[in-house]
C-alpha cells in the first residue's frame, strides 16, 4: 500500500546516463509482486511451465535485470526479513481486496471476456515463499548481490543508501523517505512502455526523489515527516486519520509543533508513538555487497531445466550479461 504522499514531493525525471556505474538497492518483494501483476497471459492467468509452476517472477527478473545491467547499473535486491507486528492488519486488509478480486475475476472470465478477466488478475497477485527463494537463487547465479534484511527491506534499502553502500534505493513506495532514504528512484524495473486506453502507448521513465528537497520544500523535520505519513495512513495504520490527506497534515504539522497534542485533538484506532518509534527505530544490518560469479550452468537449470524456458533466448540473454561483465572468471569484482 505505502505512504500516499506523492502530490506533496518533487520529482526529477532521470536519465538512463545518469545512472551509470552506480549501484541501486531494490525492494525484491515490490518488483517481484510488480512481474507477476505484470507479467501474464493476455486473460489474466500467470506465465507457468508444463508442471504449472509460475515462471512470471522469472521472466520479469531474466529480462529486465540485464537489461539494467546493460546501461551500466548494479541491481542490489533486498529481500524482507521479520515484518513487525503492526504490519498485520495491512496484510488483511490485502488478503481480503484479493479475494474479492479473485471473485470478480472468476466472474468475468465466465460473462464479461478476455480484457475484463485480464483487468482483474491484476488485483490479486501474489509471490510465494518458493518464488522468493527460486528469485534469490536465479540473482545469485546471475553473478548478482542479494542482500537479506533483517525486518524491512525498504528500511534495509535507506540505511544502505545512508551508508553509501549503494548509491539510491529503488521501490514504488514513499515508505522509503519516511526510513530516511536520501535518495528514491521510482520506475526503474516498470516496463518502459504502458499500453492506455485505446491502445496507445505511453514512456515510463524513472525519476528520481531526493528526501532533502522534500524536507526543505515541506518545511519540515525527518520526524515530522513520520508523522505527516501516520496521518496519513501507511502500511502500519491503513487509511490513516478519516478526512486528513496529505495537505491537511501538512498544514496540522506547520500549525502545531507538538505530536502529542495533534493526535489527542483527532480521533484514531491506532497507537502512533507505536507506529513512529517503528519508522525510527527498525532493525537493518551493515552489509558488504560481496563481488559475484556469472554461472551460467546454474542459470540453465533454474531456467531451461525446471522451468521448460528456451534454451536459445537463455543463451541470448547469457551473452548480453557477459559483455557487461568484466572478463575475469566473469566476476562482477570491476563493480564495486
Known amino acids: 500500500m505505502g505512504v500516499k504522499i506523492s502530490e506533496l514531493v518533487d520529482k526529477r525525471d532521470l ?23 505484470s507479467i501474464r497471459q493476455a486473460d489474466g492467468t500467470l506465465l507457468m511451465d508444463s508442471n504449472g509452476h509460475v515462471t512470471s517472477h522469472l521472466v520479469g527478473l ?6 539494467l545491467m546493460q546501461k551500466g547499473i548494479v541491481p542490489v ?40 478477466a485480464g483487468r482483474y488478475s491484476k488485483q490479486f497477485s501474489y509471490v510465494t515463499g518458493d518464488m522468493f527463494d527460486e528469485s534469490k537463487e536465479l540473482l545469485l547465479a546471475m553473478g548478482l548481490p542479494v542482500v537479506q534484511a533483517p525486518s524491512e527491506a525498504e528500511a534495509e534499502c535507506a540505511y544502505m ?67 505527516l505519513g501516520i496521518l496519513v495512513g501507511g502500511d502500519y495504520n491503513p487509511g490513516g486519520i478519516k478526512g486528513i490527506g496529505p495537505r491537511k497534515a501538512l498544514k496540522l504539522l506547520h500549525t502545531e509543533k507538538d505530536f502529542g497534542k495533534i493526535f489527542s485533538s483527532l480521533e484514531t484506532d491506532f497507537d502512533w508513538k ?27 537449470e533454474i531456467l531451461v531445466d525446471r522451468h521448460d524456458f528456451s534454451e536459445e533466448r537463455v543463451n541470448q540473454t547469457l551473452e548480453k550479461i557477459k559483455k557487461v561483465i568484466p572478463e575475469e572468471k566473469s566476476s562482477l569484482k570491476k563493480w564495486f
Open 15 to 37: 536519465k538512463w546516463e545518469e545512472l551509470q556505474g552506480k549501484s541501486l538497492a531494490i525492494d525484491a518483494s515490490n518488483v517481484l509482486f510488480q512481474f507477476t501483476s
Open 62 to 67: 531474466f529480462s529486465r535485470v540485464p537489461n
Open 77 to 116: 535486491f533486498v529481500f524482507d526479513g521479520e515484518a513487525p507486528l503492526l504490519k498485520e492488519k495491512t496484510r488483511a486488509i490485502r488478503r481480503g481486496l484479493k479475494e474479492k478480486a479473485q471473485e470478480r475475476y472468476t466472474k468475468a472470465v465466465l460473462e464479461e471476456g478476455e480484457e475484463a
Open 161 to 227: 543508501v545512508q551508508k553509501k553502500i549503494v548509491w539510491a534505493s529503488v521501490s514504488q513506495d514513499y515508505d522509503s523517505l519516511l526510513f530516511g532514504a536520501p535518495r528514491l528512484i521510482f520506475n526503474l524495473t516498470l516496463s518502459q512502455k504502458r499500453k492506455i486506453t485505446g491502445g496507445k502507448h505511453v514512456l515510463i521513465a524513472p525519476y528520481l526523489v531526493e528526501l532533502k528537497g522534500v524536507l526543505e520544500k515541506l518545511q519540515l523535520t525527518q520526524d515530522q515527516l513520520i508523522v
Open 274 to 300: 507505536e507506529i513512529f518509534d517503528t519508522y525510527k527505530n527498525i532493525p537493518v544490518e551493515d552489509v558488504v555487497l560481496r563481488k559475484g560469479t556469472l554461472d551460467e550452468d546454474a542459470v540453465k
